[in-house]
């Protein structure tokens, strides 16, 4: 992938703040944990901020972020101090509904309220950025829309089917063929250009960071028949009316946006990591009954309005712990090399 003129313009620039840092000196052994907090900021959309999960953030004009209070930053922090590793966080700014160009770019949120770029928690002595972002900027939201009837008409889930002409039923031919194949194609190239401009950022503004991708969970079980039955409890299906020809469609979507995260952290200048939430979450998804990691399109949530918010297959309590857990090992890998 080439870079963008800004990119490697930032690029250059990080290389050369970051040859003056080494200049300096190391700042700790090689295989030892540091002593001192490290100042460390999170960053990403509804599966960093954990959409769902109650209660959630209400301060000022982030209230809308929907961030919760237990989102997986937060437990991964906790979990890390359980080991001696202290983390100075500096600002944790998921914000649901957040594309990854709005880790440059302001944010509108419900009500015209706004929220300023993410990039601006960085700071010059950041020396680690964690967050999961790209799936928005794909338009996983449309993406399901264009499979569902259910989902055409729910006025809470943002956004419109891919092509609202074409049925929900032939949804999976849509996307493997034709018209929607282009699409989707077109999207995978903008979200590989702006995750590579995201990590440049981070590189510019924090050049001592550690860089930390996190991709997103399974949401489809390899075993689609799982997807029949309602989870506990519940009464409709975790994927609602979307056919069940169009689950391994959908899988193979995520695969390949897993896949275009990873190779982002991979290629980016200096190294990034990447912690492959999709490959340890296969007995997790949406599908696992009592073992889901992730809510049902159109189960109940924790968040109440005088009525319940549905999960739109977003990681819950089990989930969130799932995502800390694998951030928690990935950072102490990090820290200790």
Not at 216 to 240: H, I, M
């Amino acid at each position: 992938m080439t870079k963008s003129p800004v990119g490697r313009r930032l690029a250059a620039a990080a290389v050369a703040l970051g040859s003056c840092l080494a200049l300096a000196g190391p700042t700790g052994s090689a295989g030892a944990a540091p002593a001192d907090p490290v100042p460390a900021v999170f960053f990403g959309d509804s599966y960093t901020a954990n959409f769902g999960i109650a209660p959630f953030n209400q301060d000022g004009d982030r209230a809308f972020c929907f961030q919760a209070k237990e989102n997986y930053p937060t437990v991964a922090t906790r979990r890390l101090a359980d080991k001696g590793i202290t983390l100075d966080v500096q600002s944790d700014v998921s914000c649901g509904g957040a594309l990854v160009q709005h880790f440059w770019q302001e944010q509108e949120l419900l009500g015209g309220m706004k929220v300023p770029p993410q990039q601006d928690a960085l700071k010059q002595d950041t020396q680690l950025a964690v967050g999961s972002m790209g799936g928005n900027t794909l338009g996983f939201n449309r993406i399901l829309k264009q499979c569902s009837d259910e989902l055409r008409s729910h006025p809470l889930l943002p956004g419109e089917p891919v092509d609202g002409d074409e049925p929900a039923s032939k949804c999976g031919e849509f996307f493997e063929s034709g018209d929607g194949k282009q699409w989707l194609d077109g999207q995978f190239e903008h979200v590989g250009w702006d995750l590579e401009e995201l990590l440049d950022r981070i590189g510019y503004f924090a050049p001592d960071a550690k860089r930390v991708l996190v991709g997103y969970p399974r949401l489809v079980p390899e075993d689609t028949t799982k997807c029949l039955t309602a989870a506990p409890g519940q009464t409709k299906l975790p994927f609602a009316d979307i056919p069940q020809d169009a689950l391994p469609v959908l899988d193979q979507i995520q695969k390949r946006l897993n896949d275009t995260m990873k190779k982002a952290a991979t290629d980016a200048e200096g190294g990034a990591d990447f912690v492959d939430l999709y490959a340890h979450t296969g007995g997790n998804t949406a599908c696992d009954g009592a073992d889901r990691g992730v809510g049902g399109l159109l189960e109940d949530s924790q968040l109440d309005f005088g009525a319940k918010l549905p999960w739109y297959a977003h990681p819950n309590d089990k989930g969130r712990d799932i995502q800390a857990a694998q951030v928690a090992d990935k950072v102490e890998q990090i820290l200790n090399r």
